[in-house]
């Protein structure tokens, strides 16, 4: 069963930086296009910034110039530097990636998860 399992959040101060992880649990699988989302309580989930499989990036305006998304392809990670934190980038933290096996495209898949809390 195909699972992403993120990492790296927690707790910064503003002007801190944290980076975040996105893998698949087991190495069989691959991860094609990831998509960073967030969700603040009680504000709807919002696109962050998107990697292709080409490494090709956007971002959305409001991370634009603080964060960086990256990609391992030989170690099957995706990663989002978070730089110059701001107390409204605190969220939950979910990655939404492609994955592959050997023969097919599986579909897309969300990670479970992360917490980032910026404290003023």
């Known amino acids: 069963q195909v699972q992403l399992v993120e990492s790296g959040g927690g707790l910064a101060q503003t002007g801190g930086s944290l980076r975040l992880s996105c893998a698949p649990s087991?190495?069989?699988?691959?991860?094609?296009?990831v998509d960073w989302y967030r969700q603040a309580p009680g504000k709807q989930r919002e696109w962050v910034a998107t990697?292709?499989?080409?490494?090709?990036?956007n971002y959305a305006d409001s991370v634009k110039g603080r964060f960086t998304i990256s990609r391992d392809n030989a170690k099957n990670i995706v990663h989002l530097q978070m730089n110059s934190l701001k107390p409204e980038d605190t969220a939950v933290y979910y990655c939404n990636a492609g994955v592959r096996n050997k023969f097919d495209f599986l579909g897309n898949y969300w990670g479970q998860g992360t917490q980032v809390t910026v404290s003023s």
């Open positions: 990697i292709t499989s080409d490494a090709s990036a």
């Open positions: 087991e190495s069989t699988f691959s991860i094609a296009a």
